[in-house]
């Protein structure tokens, strides 16, 4: 059975083994870090009972920025993405969220693909941006 819950710190460790397990973003320490940053909010998909994805999501007034967003490994291409996407917008729609932005590494295409198909539109690059030198590109959706 498939569920959707907001993750607390104490569940940190959850966060850092699906992360180190998919795209190994962050370091428990800055895991940490996020869960400390004003208006972060972060988010699982469980799939009887345990987390097959992660959203984190941050609100500056009427902006949310998203920072993470992964699906474990295993479970991509079941659609399992779109589902964990349409619920965070619909939650920052409730919000008044009028603007949702992200940055994605110019690598990922599957992600650039994930995005588009939910009319994400490209409105800048950062240069040599991620550690292997590569760009990433900002990405915007108007709600
Ligand atoms: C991007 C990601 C979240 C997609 O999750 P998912 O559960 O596989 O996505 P869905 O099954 O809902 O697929 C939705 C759409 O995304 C695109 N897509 C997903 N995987 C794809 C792949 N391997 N190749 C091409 N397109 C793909 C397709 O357009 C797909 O729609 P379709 O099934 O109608 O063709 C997942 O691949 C992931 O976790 N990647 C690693 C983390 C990451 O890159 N995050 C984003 C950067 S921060």
Redesign the pocket.
């Known amino acids: 059975m498939i569920s959707i819950k907001e993750i607390d710190q104490k569940k940190i460790e959850l966060c850092y083994e699906l992360d180190s397990s ?2 190994c ?1 962050w370091s428990k320490k800055q895991w940490q870090s996020e869960f400390n940053r004003r208006g972060v909010k972060v988010v699982s998909l469980l799939f009887d009972r345990k987390i097959i ?1 992660i959203y984190v999501v941050q609100t500056i007034l009427d902006e949310a920025q ?1 920072n ?4 474990k490994k295993n ?9 964990l ?1 349409r619920y965070l917008i619909k939650e920052c729609k409730k919000l008044n969220i009028k603007r949702l932005i ?4 110019e690598t ?4 650039e ?2 995005y ?2 939910f009319n994400f539109l490209t409105v800048g690059t950062r240069k040599n941006y991620y550690r292997d030198g590569s760009d990433a590109v900002l990405k915007e959706k108007k709600l």
Do not use: D, Q
């Open positions: 998919t795209i973003l994805g998203i993470y967003f992964s699906i479970f991509r291409r079941k659609g399992y993405g779109s589902y996407m992200l940055e994605v590494s990922n295409s599957i992600a693909t994930f588009f198909k």
